[in-house]
């Protein structure tokens, strides 16, 4: 595959990844990912800006021999995980001569991963800078977007930004660029809530950073290149502030329909109330959706079946992947249906405990609903209400 110039001597040498499914075996995946790597040749020294997962390893390497790279100086490792950084013994093999750049702690996470020698390594610092003859390489610390080793790549005469995961998608491309369409927002939405949205006050942060630096361009390693970065940009602004929507999440499970019935009556009595509320049956649609919407929810309710006098395992999963991601929900409530009896709630929001919410009575009901259950619809569709309004939400 030849290399896709980006500008006169740098280049894009990634691969896209269409058939992948699901990431960290964890994270469905609606369209595949990309794993980017770059080439920056300058006029003493090159340069590959992170590498490659492994299973593509040998694609990867084969390419540096169609396109006539004889050598290679420095691997910028801006992150240790091994979808960038996986190939890099491979690479060292390849350029007995090269040197990985890279911070301490992900020094020491590439030793321990791939068991990389003590003597190929370049450590550097924030703000230092590598010369590769008529171009400069900055590096920037930006722990936490989204492990502790990441750091950003400047390329001073370019002004180009490499970020690493910050500001990805889980989105293949024939074309560099980002088209900033709809796909694009769903898709960086969609990674931003399952990666960075943990780590939202780091993210605030180095948005305000990258603004600052006003980079001609973004190049991250995942998902298209931003050319037009102040669009990816102002998306992070949005997800990032403080202030939720007006807006109810509610995944559940239903056993017996019991708990659908009372999530189908709660969601029309917020929407008549003008309450945007959107419902996951948590057994048909898709997690990476749910964390979606996790992003801009300012109520997240839990509607719960129940499995030996225990939360349904479908939505403890839920309730436990909402604690990890740890949205900037304000309010929480749970929905529930038992048979025989158990600790349903209690158990629910001990896995919620990490969320800094404020909790509306729940509702458990014995079987189906009754008379006096439909009341309590009521009643909460009103106590969420008057939380929205009393927040500036409504």
Not at 122 to 129: C, L
Not at 167 to 175: C, I, K, R, S, W
Not at 209 to 232: Q, T
Not at 342 to 360: D, T
């Amino acid at each position: 595959m030849k290399f896709k110039e980006i500008e006169e001597n740098i280049y894009y040498c990634g691969l896209n990844d269409t058939d992948r499914i699901i990431f960290d075996e964890l994270i469905p995946l609606e369209h595949g990912t990309t794993y980017n790597s770059y080439l920056i040749k300058g006029s003493e020294k090159t340069a590959i800006i992170d590498t490659m997962y492994p299973p593509f390893c040998e694609e990867y390497l084969k390419n540096f021999d169609e396109n006539n790279v004889k050598n290679v100086d420095y691997i910028i490792a801006n992150h240790g995980e091994q979808d960038h950084s996986g190939s890099i013994p491979a690479l060292l093999d390849k350029f007995p001569n090269a040197k990985v750049v890279t911070n301490a702690v992900c020094k020491n996470n590439i030793k321990e991963m791939l068991l990389v020698d003590e003597n190929k390594f370049i450590t550097v610092k924030d703000g230092d800078t590598l010369s590769l003859g008529d171009k400069t390489l900055k590096f920037i610390m930006a722990p936490g977007v989204h492990w502790p080793d990441t750091m950003f790549t400047h390329l001073l005469e370019n002004n180009f930004l490499f970020t690493c995961d910050f500001l990805g998608a889980h989105l293949p491309f024939e074309n560099l660029y980002s088209k900033n369409d709809d796909e694009l927002v769903s898709s960086a939405k969609r990674y931003y809530a399952e990666i960075m949205m943990p780590f939202r006050t780091m993210c605030k942060k180095y948005v305000g950073m990258i603004n600052e630096l006003n980079p001609k361009m973004v190049l991250p390693s995942h998902g298209p290149l931003h050319n037009k970065p102040e669009f990816i940009l102002n998306l992070y602004k949005d997800w990032t502030a403080d202030e939720p929507k007006n807006l109810v999440l509610i995944p559940y499970v239903s056993m017996y329909k019991s708990v659908e019935e009372m999530v189908i009556c709660l969601k029309n009595k917020l929407e008549a109330k003008g309450i945007k509320t959107i419902c996951f049956d948590v057994i048909e649609d898709d997690l990476g959706d749910i964390a979606m919407n996790m992003v801009d929810a300012a109520t997240i309710i839990l509607g719960a079946s129940m499995v030996l006098a225990s939360p349904h395992p479908a939505i403890a999963n839920v309730a436990y992947i909402a604690n990890l991601l740890r949205p900037k929900a304000r309010f929480a409530s749970f929905v529930g249906s038992y048979g025989w009896g158990g600790n349903l709630f209690g158990k629910l929001g001990e896995m919620l405990s990490g969320l800094k919410v404020q909790v509306i009575e729940p509702i458990l009901v014995k079987g189906k609903l009754k008379e006096a259950d439909y009341k309590l619809l009521d009643d909460m569709a009103q106590a969420i209400y008057d939380s929205h309004k009393e927040a500036g939400l409504v």
